[in-house]
């Protein structure tokens, strides 16, 4: 069955870094695009990062220059490196997995059904 399990995240001041891994198994990993989301008020969960299936990555402007993507299609994994982290980057973080022809859409509900496959979600605690 269609998996994303994730490690990484924690705690951190204002400035640090973090890295959050996606490793995925049970569906074609390199055809797929993977997108990074935080959530916000309720279960909305707002898109930050992009992991294209091409090779490309796209960020949100609230993380442009400070988030990138690492994709390792052997080994079925994602990584998303944060820096400089603020105080408003706090949030659990998920990834998730959209099939073809489908991209991650910039909100969706958290574990929703609307795409494919979603990791257990991870805490990123940034202290001022």
């Given at each position: 069955?269609?998996?994303?399990?994730?490690?990484?995240?924690?705690?951190?001041?204002?400035?640090?870094?973090?890295t959050?891994?996606?490793?995925?198994?049970?569906?074609?990993?390199?055809?797929?695009?993977?997108?990074?989301?935080?959530?916000?008020?309720?279960?909305?969960?707002?898109?930050v990062?992009?992991?294209?299936?091409?090779?490309?990555?796209?960020?949100?402007?609230?993380?442009?220059?400070?988030?990138?993507?690492?994709?390792?299609?052997?080994?079925?994994?994602?990584?998303?490196?944060?820096?400089?982290?603020?105080?408003?980057?706090?949030?659990?973080?998920y990834?998730?997995?959209?099939?073809p022809?489908?991209?991650?859409?910039?909100?969706?509900?958290?574990?929703?059904?609307?795409?494919?496959?979603?990791?257990?979600?991870?805490?990123?605690?940034?202290?001022?």
């Open positions: 069955e269609v998996q994303l399990v994730q490690s990484g995240g924690g705690s951190v001041q204002a400035g640090g870094s973090l959050l891994t996606c490793t995925a198994s049970g569906f074609k990993f390199e055809a797929a695009d993977i997108g990074w989301y935080l959530q916000g008020t309720g279960n909305e969960c707002k898109l990062s992009i992991a294209g299936h091409d090779g490309n990555e796209h960020h949100a402007d609230s993380v442009k220059g400070r988030f990138t993507i690492s994709r390792d299609n052997a080994k079925n994994t994602v990584s998303l490196q944060m820096r400089n982290l603020k105080p408003e980057d706090t949030a659990v973080y990834c998730a997995a959209a099939f022809p489908g991209t991650p859409p910039p909100f969706v509900y958290c574990s929703g059904g609307y795409l494919q496959g979603w990791g257990q979600g991870t805490q990123v605690t940034v202290s001022a």
